[in-house]
């Protein structure tokens, strides 16, 4: 069973910053196209960011592109998610996802291991 870990979630102000973190295994880590999910209350989930294999080419959803950067440090298995200038509407449990082949990147159907998610909180 494959597990993803988020961390780095929690409560901040608009305007503030936070950075995600997700530890993926290491036989997975290297080669998988990784992505952030987020999901507010009531709202279904939707794509944020995601990020190839080497790192080379990335991928957000508009609302993001400008304040949100994703990453990945395959030495550490680990993969980043910093967002600037946070808004309320950010508001939402964010998740990670990963899969080897990814069709849609924008696609939750296209990723077959996910996290538990991490609560991000944006007070106004």
């Known amino acids: 069973q494959v597990r993803l870990a988020e961390s780095g979630g929690g409560l901040v102000q608009a305007g503030g910053s936070l950075r995600l973190s997700c530890a993926a295994p290491g036989r997975i880590f290297s080669s998988y196209t990784l992505a952030w999910f987020r999901q507010a209350p009531v709202k279904e989930r939707e794509f944020v960011a995601a990020?190839?294999?080497?790192?080379?080419?990335?991928y957000y959803v508009g609302s993001v592109k400008g304040r949100f950067a994703i990453s990945r440090d395959n030495a550490k298995n680990t993969m980043y998610l910093q967002m600037n200038s946070l808004k309320p509407e950010d508001t939402a449990v964010y998740y990670c996802?990963?899969?080897?082949?990814?069709?849609?990147?924008?696609?939750?159907?296209?990723?077959?291991?996910w996290g538990q998610g991490t609560q991000v909180t944006v007070s106004s």
């Open positions: 996802a990963a899969n080897l082949s990814v069709s849609k990147v924008t696609a939750m159907t296209s990723y077959g291991y």
């Open positions: 990020i190839n294999w080497s790192g080379g080419g990335t």
